[in-house]
């Protein structure tokens, strides 16, 4: 199916645990993000890929690993959950990073116990 | 620190009334300016996008931008029930990096 898409839609994890969310687009868009929405926070950048094998960092880095091997896929990687990193994380990608339009996927939520 | 306001709301309108939603954002070297629509559990989608000053308007959205006053606004004409839901204002900042800094955005409800 075209479009993109995020999976796990639903996560539930211990702290201290690593956890992987994964991202795929099927229209070979260039740039790729990472957000996180909390209440009261509205959508937060996380790391942000310009290209494959090309990614930054945004407003709230801290604990998340990214890679980007691939145009289509942009993993979103954190290497020891705690508790403040339950959240909603939402995929996006556009065709350019400074004027376009960002697409985003459905969304993860992820409770870290 | 790159910042983009919003009111959170509440914001209430009957039906049929124009919804007034507003955003200002804290860089004067701004471009790029967006505003999208997420209903609850949803993801975001756009709804306006914005570049020069001046007004753009697109079937009962008209987006509104003063880069001089470093605001930006979202005005519905004619709301619809179906128009609840948050809007959020998307600002992408000129830095040395890529950025696009979201504001907290404004729970729109249209009473029928």
Known sequence: ?113 | QKEVEQNSGPLSVPEGAIASLNCTYSDRGSQSFFWYRQYSGKSPELIMSIYSNGDKEDGRFTAQLNKASQYVSLLIRDSQPSDSATYLCAVNFKTGGFKTIFGAGTRLFVKA
């Open chain 1, 1 to 113: 199916d075209a479009g993109i898409t995020q999976s796990p839609r639903y996560k539930i994890t211990e702290t201290g645990r690593q956890v992987t969310l994964m991202c795929h687009q099927t229209w070979s868009h260039s740039y790729m993000f990472w957000y996180r929405q909390d209440l009261g926070h509205g959508l937060r950048l996380i790391y942000y890929s310009a290209a494959a094998d090309i990614t930054d960092k945004g407003e709230v880095p801290d604990g998340y690993v990214v890679s980007r091997s691939k145009t289509e896929n942009f993993p979103l990687t954190l290497e020891s959950a705690t508790r403040s990193q339950t959240s909603v994380y939402f995929c996006a990608s556009s065709t350019s990073g400074t004027s376009d339009t960002q697409y985003f996927g459905p969304g993860t939520r992820l409770t870290v116990l």
